[in-house]
T-cell receptor
């Protein structure tokens, strides 16, 4: 069964901590995405990557960075976590061409105190 | 700019009721349209899609028809079940330029009572 795996389902961090959210996919997808999901705001794209070591800013990149050293792994980094980054984070992947259907992970719920 | 508008929720129905969740869009050209579903505690998964005008996507008893004249892609199901309780997202992908990104609606929460 193909899938996207997010390393942590629930995290609690303190303001100012550095936070890593890891995502791994086993479908050989070129594209990978990080979204955050907040009530009333839907899904907002933070960053995406279409190839190893390539990244592009999404709609809300401020306060975040990403790393893609291997095709299957896409990491989201919060350099100094703040309370307004408390959210559900969703990773997704897709092929570069074709229907571009996204496969999502189960999500990582981050609470910053 | 390009956008997707969904009816606001939450929507609450009784089992076996008819479901419609409205979705309209604004986009240049001829986008592809999608419905994704998010069950409680899970990530999103594709429910159905349509890539050109008048196409009908269908899956699990749900249907949606790509209507270019009304720029709509309404989701329907004839008889909902308790297991259909979830959040439903309408989305579009522009088929020109940077087509790696989807444009999302805000989601509609559906609750089905037995």
């Amino acid at each position: 069964d193909v899938k996207v795996t997010q390393s942590s389902r629930y995290l609690v961090k303190r303001t100012g901590e550095k936070v890593f959210l890891e995502c791994v996919q086993d479908m050989d997808h070129e594209n990978m995405f990080w979204y955050r999901q907040d009530p009333g705001l839907g899904l907002r794209l933070i960053y995406f990557s279409y190839d190893v070591k390539m990244k592009e800013k999404g709609d809300i990149p401020e306060g975040y960075s990403v790393s893609r050293e291997k095709k299957e792994r896409f990491s989201l980094i919060l350099e100094s976590a703040s309370t307004n980054q408390t959210s559900m984070y969703l990773c997704a992947s897709s092929y570069l061409s074709g229907a571009n259907v996204l496969t999502f992970g189960a999500g990582s719920r981050l609470t910053v105190l | 700019g390009d956008s997707v508008t969904q009816m606001e929720g939450p929507v609450t129905l009784s089992e076996e009721a008819f479901l419609t969740i409205n979705c309209t869009y604004t986009a240049t050209g001829y986008p592809s349209l999608f419905w994704y579903v998010q069950y409680p505690g899970e990530g999103l998964q594709l429910l159905l899609k349509a890539t050109k005008a008048d196409d009908k996507g269908s899956n699990k008893g749900f249907e949606a028809t790509y209507r270019k004249e009304t720029t709509s892609f309404h989701l329907e199901k004839g008889s909902v079940q308790v297991s259909d309780s979830a959040v439903y997202f309408c989305a579009l992908r522009l088929n020109a330029g940077n087509n790696r990104k989807l444009i999302w609606g805000l989601g509609t929460s559906l609750g089905v009572n037995p």
